[in-house]
């Protein structure tokens, strides 16, 4: 077994009452495709606002690569490797495609000078397919391109360990193929992923495993097919189990 | 002991007329998130128009009418032409563009008053309260102040179009779900905040000389007094004057009057970076 | 035709221009805080001019130089007095200089004078410090700060020998700011016990929390103000809050004029002022003090206040260094000034020549008014020094 | 950077040597002062762009650091007896300290709560040093003669006072220019743009923009302290002018933010606007309406100010004048 990335361990997090992530642990090992799936509202961006530093914990740690990465800022946690999307995409609007990149790649794990990081960012945007657009200012593409702009950011970082935040939202079956195919090449780098994702086909033939949440708590974790048969992700999805597993096997 | 009370009473009084001020600041930013920076112009405004009703004959406090009618006219103009087109741009435009309505009116008004003071003079008497003697313009300032204040408040609580109000600053767009016209809540909006303006400004005439830049530290004291009580929150902006008053006259007994000025601005600096929704909670 | 008429006029004009004219550049505070004061002193600058244009202009070794005037709107700021007197210097290429209104004003003019050595004979501007930079072109005709309320406590003491608690509270400008601390010097010399010395800020409107501490220290006397603006509205508060004081003494504002519009809280007010109609001075050289204030109500309507004065007095000053001099010669002017020990119509003119004081104003004295009613209206009075009063101190006011 | 070699650091170079070279064609004092006062202008506008066009944070209280540089300078000068040049650059640096220190703080405001509190600081500073004695309170201090004197006589020492507020807005040029062609810079256009996206992309904003905020003091502080020596005094009213930094503010609106020529093409032009209006009879009551007027359009139809509209006629501009 190859060895541990991140290691999620008794993660909690209070907004006044609610707990929003609630004594989460988990472990994800290099080189894995991990899935974070659960209903709206069940605390997943937060648990990636929680590994990437966004927030504080109000308990419990973060480890990445054996280190403790708890409570430190997000611009410290890109440098040592480990790099997000955004679930709602935040180009940098009046700065070109490229610009972008750079800006991601010059800030990343590498932290390159801006001719170096030119030469990442025009690397990375030809790998998701958005060379064409590099003089474009950011804020003029559409909502596929702008999903590829956040993980061409991320990737411009030079990450071993990638969130993505739902990068298929919103995208027509041909833009998901795409993005697909993009997210499997990032793999064969060796770039771990974890990932939030609604669509349940794409997260069930790309995990390796997959952890689910409801209600801030971890509800259930193994391979893809051992989640979806589980009666209690099928309840927390739908509330009627013999119908939500209608529809995922007829999804599947 | 019994001047220090005098100086608080002092400054009471004088506390409701700024957080009057102030609420015409933050009931604006409330509602659609404007610093209006032609605040203090507007307060000059106020004080002018006062002063122009009176030499044409009208006692001040009767003029106060007039002024808050010419208030809210204005107020709509302001905003149908300098803040409507630009509600969703980024903040440094609307404080531009109010800015830039400030150097107009104050340009305006040094062309026509020169920027050397006037005065309102009407006849006023002394009272003692408690001992302590009082004008008589103070206490029907403050009594006027508090009046308004009231007045808003039946307005905002009380009447359907206020109840729009409130609707509108909570959730702009909700409210439109909900079949509430917006914009022209919002120009309301600005020309009442724009009237509260005027108004304080007219009953600051009546006690002191001013001249058309005089505004400009009645829009600081706004500022101080709405970020004390919580941009957004008028209630807060009364108190917050109400407390910029109080400390003025509390501490001006112990330390040179010219200081108060850097106690209020260290006090605001402090507050925008300890508590920025203010003492009593603003709007986030 | 007409047109070359016109033309001829122009030519004349030019050549008379080039000949014989002395153009004196200034300042005036039209629009801001001063702009009462300070038109007060454009105007007695302007009657001096057309009093030496009547007479044909000034005699200056065998021939008559017209007098010019060039001046701008200051509106009261310091940081268009430089940028003006640099462009009167630089542009308008004026010959002399005189200071616009206040102290806080002149010092900024005196720097860009200074600068360029030009001459400047500075009225209106009573303040010491100006002297004590090391100019080494700037003459003062007013009685300088320091020696601004001494007059007033001297008179205060011989009114009531037992009074003890004073407060002296002031403008924090340049020249109010001089005088207060120069007179809490005197006056605890003189056996007062100064119970509060403070300051306000220039632009106060709401006296107060000042009058709550007045009252708080038990003073029996105020001396202090500052300008016009702001004594007018500290008279008036003082009044309406009915503070029980023996004795107001405010800088400026009582020895305008327009005092008097504050109707009975002008009542028992008394000013130092650097010069009355009334006064009894023997020229040395041009009007007497009679013929000043004749030609003032002839041109004005209205009685000069002491600015107006000080204006004429400035250009008085001016023409008489030149006449000396025999000369526009700039170095041979300032010499003539230099030597200067004369006494107009304003007064007795000398001037401190000792590098730590140049120009400094020692040899003008000041009189004291107080506001007093005449048969139903308010009237000024010359209540000190004894021998040049009009009327006998009304003493205790309230 | 290979610096020399592009064309934009030429074009700053020439045009601050010809600045400086104009009024001593016929030794012309006039033109010298009109020309002192927009290259103080200048400067102002263009650190102020580093702030509000670069960053993104709209500081209504950049003139704090212009007071500041020159309270400090003459304060050394006037009553420590140092040179011109030491009393510039320690203003300079002590001033730059001081908004470092100031930007850990207030830097952690955004939107109109920040645009506050700078107008609170202003405020904040201007009734303190009114108050505070070892400045001369509410009169300033004036400088004694022998300070111009000691540099060759008023007349030498107003010239070479021009040529040095000419090299700082040389150098503030250059400043903004590096920042902008820098990977610093980089990290502040994309906080202006979306702080938290740049934090998570990378970008130590806190720090980051608390080096703007204090790189944007330094070069003002100098020209404070270069400029209140050539008047010889400095007072609270005009050392914490807040309108003179609105005014600035306009400047960079006006010729574009964010763009090196547009502040300083700004600053000239409302520079030469103001100075024509108050001249003009008639019209110096209306400066104030006219240039608020002038404001109000440039937001409502040309956000982007002058350059915006070049750049939006003639695209490929952007790849010459930054």
């Known amino acids: 077994m190859s060895r541990v990335i991140l290691e999620v361990d008794h993660l909690t997090k209070a907004f006044g009452g609610l707990l929003a992530v609630n004594d989460v642990s988990f472990q994800m090992y290099e080189g894995e495709i991990l899935g974070l799936i659960g209903p709206n509202g069940a605390g997943k961006t937060t648990l990636f606002n929680l590994v990437n530093g966004v927030y504080k914990p109000t308990r419990g740690h973060v480890r990445f690569l ?72 950011a804020g003029k593409l559409n909502l596929a391109q702008k999903k590829r702009l956040e993980v061409a950011r991320a990737l411009a970082a030079r990450p071993k360990l990638l969130l993505l935040d739902e990068v298929l939202a919103g995208l027509n079956p041909a833009e998901v193929e795409r993005m697909l195919g993009v997210i499997r090449r990032i793999r064969e780098q060796g770039i771990s992923i974890l990932m939030i994702e609604h669509i349940m086909q794409a997260i069930m033939s790309l995990s390796d495993r997959v952890v689910v949440l409801n209600f801030g708590q971890k509800l259930a974790e193994g391979r893809p097919q051992e989640v979806a048969s589980d009666p209690r992700v099928i309840e927390a999805y739908l509330g009627d189990p013999e119908m939500a597993k209608k529809i995922l096997e007829e999804e599947a | 002991m019994p001047e220090i009370l005098a100086s608080v009473l002092d400054g009471l009084l004088i506390g409701l007329v700024y957080g009057l001020a102030a609420i015409g600041l933050t009931l604006i930013f409330g509602v659609m998130d404007v610093v209006n920076l032609a605040h203090g112009a507007i307060i000059a405004l106020g004080m002018f128009a006062v002063y122009l009703l009176f030499g044409a004959g009208l006692h001040p406090y009767l003029g106060l009418f007039v002024v808050a009618l010419l208030g809210l006219a204005f107020g709509v103009v302001v905003y149908l032409i300098a803040v409507r087109p630009i509600l969703n741009a980024p903040p440094l435009m609307t404080l531009l563009s109010t800015f830039s309505v400030s150097m107009i009116i104050i340009g305006v008004g040094t062309a026509v008053w ?98 058309i830049l005089s505004g400009g530290v009645y829009e600081l004291k706004s500022f101080v007094a709405s970020v004390l009580g919580g941009l957004g929150n008028p209630t807060g902006a009364l108190l917050g004057g109400v407390i910029l008053g109080l400390i003025e006259g509390s501490v001006a007994p112990f330390i040179k009057i010219s200081w108060t000025n850097v106690i209020e601005f260290a006090i605001f600096v402090l507050i925008l970076l300890t508590f920025p929704t203010g003492l009593f909670g603003g709007r986030r | 035709m007409k047109r070359l008429w016109v033309l001829l006029a122009l030519l004349g004009a030019l050549a008379l221009a080039q000949g014989h004219t002395v153009t004196i ?109 090391g100019y080494e072109h700037v003459y003062q005709i007013y009685t300088p700060a320091s020696r601004y309320l001494t007059g007033t ?21 340049k020249f109010a700011k001089a005088v207060a601390t120069a007179a809490k010097a005197y006056a605890e010399k003189k056996g007062f016990e100064v119970v509060l010395f403070e300051g306000y800020p220039k632009s106060t409107t709401d006296f107060g929390p000042i009058i709550n501490k007045i009252r708080a220290a038990g003073a029996e006397a105020l001396v202090g103000g500052g300008h016009y603006a702001d004594g007018a509205t500290f008279a008036r508060q003082l009044y309406e809050q009915k503070v029980p004081l023996k004795l107001i003494a405010l800088l400026v504002a009582p020895a305008s004029d327009e005092f008097a519009q504050l109707g009975d809280a002008a009542l028992g007010v008394v000013a130092p002022s650097q010069w009355e109609p009334l006064v009894k001075y023997q020229q040395t050289c041009g009007p007497s003090p009679a013929q000043f204030t004749q030609m003032y109500k002839d041109a004005y309507g209205k009685l000069p206040a002491y600015r107006a004065a000080g204006g004429f007095a400035a250009g008085l000053v001016l023409q008489r260094a030149m006449m000396d001099a025999g000369s526009t010669d700039p170095a041979k002017v300032k010499a003539a000034l230099d030597a200067m020990d004369i006494t107009l119509f304003f007064g007795h003119i000398k001037f401190a020549t000792d590098p730590a004081n140049h120009g400094l104003q020692l040899g003008h004295e000041m009189v004291q008014i107080q506001w007093q009613k005449q048969g139903g209206r308010l009237a000024k009075q010359i209540v000190w020094p004894l021998g040049a009063k009009t009327a006998d101190l009304v003493y205790p006011i309230r | ?114 645009a506050l509190a700078t107008i609170g600081i202003n405020e904040a500073v201007k009734d303190f040093v009114a108050n505070f004695d070892p400045w001369g309170g509410a009169e300033g201090i004036f400088l004694p003669f022998t300070a111009f004197k000691a540099m060759g006589g008023p007349g030498k020492a107003l010239w070479t006072v021009y040529l040095l507020i000419v090299l700082v807005m040389g150098l503030s040029l250059l400043v903004a220019y590096l920042v902008k062609r820098s990977k610093f810079g980089l990290g502040l256009f994309a906080i202006r743009e979306d702080e938290d996206a740049a934090v998570v992309l990378g970008v130590r904003a806190p720090l980051y923009k608390t080096l703007a905020y204090s790189l944007s003091a330094f070069l003002p502080a100098v020209a404070g302290g270069l400029y209140f020596f050539k008047n010889g005094s400095v007072v609270p009213d005009e050392a914490f002018n807040l309108h003179l930094s609105i005014e600035a503010i306009v400047m960079v609106m006006l010729g574009g933010q964010g763009t090196v020529t547009g502040a300083a093409v700004g600053a000239a032009l409302y520079e030469r606007l103001r100075g024509l209006l108050l001249t003009i009879q008639g019209l110096s009551n209306f400066h104030l309406v006219i240039a608020g007027a002038l404001l109000l359009l440039i937001i409502l139809f040309a956000p982007g100010g002058l350059m915006g509209w070049l750049y939006r006629v003639w695209p490929r501009l952007r790849r010459v004048l930054e």
């Open chain 3, 25 to 133: 550049g200034f300042t005036v505070s039209k629009t801001g805080k001063y702009n009462v004061e300070s038109v007060n002193q454009l105007h007695g600058i302007e009657l001096w001019q057309k009093w030496v244009n009547d007479q044909g202009g000034i005699p200056i070794g065998g021939q008559r130089y017209k007098v010019a005037l060039k001046y701008y709107d200051d509106e009261s700021k310091a940081e268009r007095v430089q940028q003006l007197y640099s462009r009167l210097i630089s542009q308008d290429k004026v010959d002399f200089l005189i200071s616009p209104y206040s102290s806080g004003l002149t010092a900024k003019a005196a720097i860009i004078s200074e600068q360029y050595g030009k001459i400047m004979v500075a009225t209106g501007a009573a303040s010491d410090s100006i002297f004590k930079l």
């Open chain 4, 1 to 114: 950077m290979k610096l020399l070699a592009r064309p934009f650091f030429w074009l700053i170079v020439a045009a601050t040597l010809v600045y400086a070279a104009l009024p001593f064609w016929g030794q012309n004092v006039t033109l010298r002062e009109t020309l002192v006062l927009s290259a103080i202008y200048v400067i102002l506008a263009t650190n102020l762009n580093l702030m509000i066009g670069y960053t993104g944070y709209v500081n209504f209280g950049s003139i704090v650091f212009f007071g500041l540089g020159g309270y400090l300078t003459l304060w050394l000068v006037a009553d420590h007896r140092w040179g011109l040049y030491p009393a510039v650059l320690v203003a300079g640096a002590v001033t730059s300290l001081l908004a470092f220190l100031l930007g850990i703080g207030v830097l952690r405001l955004r939107g109109a709560y920040f």
């Open chain 1, 66 to 137: 054996g280190q403790e990465i708890t409570g430190l800022p997000p611009y410290e946690v890109v440098k040592r490797g480990l790099a997000r999307t955004h679930q709602i995409v935040r180009p940098l609007n009046e700065m070109t495609v490229l610009e972008n990149v750079v800006v991601g790649a010059c800030f990343g794990a590498e932290n390159l000078g801006l001719e170096p990081a030119a030469r990442v960012a025009e690397e990375v945007l030809a790998f998701v397919g958005l060379a064409e657009f590099r003089d474009t200012l």
């Open chain 3, 153 to 173: 406590l001297d008179m205060l003491r011989a009114a009531d020998a037992n009074l003890k608690k004073i407060a002296i509270v002031y403008e924090d400008s």
């Open chain 2, 114 to 211: 020169s920027t050397s003071p006037y005065n309102v003079n009407f006849p006023v008497t002394t009272l003692k309260i408690l001992g302590y003697t009082v004008t008589s313009a103070r206490l029907v300032a403050a009594l006027a102040a508090v009046l308004v204040t009231g007045f808003l408040y039946y307005f905002l609580y009380r009447t359907t179009l206020g109840k729009a109000v409130r609707a509108v600053a909570n959730n702009r767009e909700a409210a439109e779900l909900m079949g509430i016209p917006s914009q022209q809540i919002l120009a309301i909006s600005f020309g009442i905040g724009t009237a509260l303006a005027m108004l304080s400004g007219a009953l600051i005439a009546t006690l002191f000389p001013f001249t």
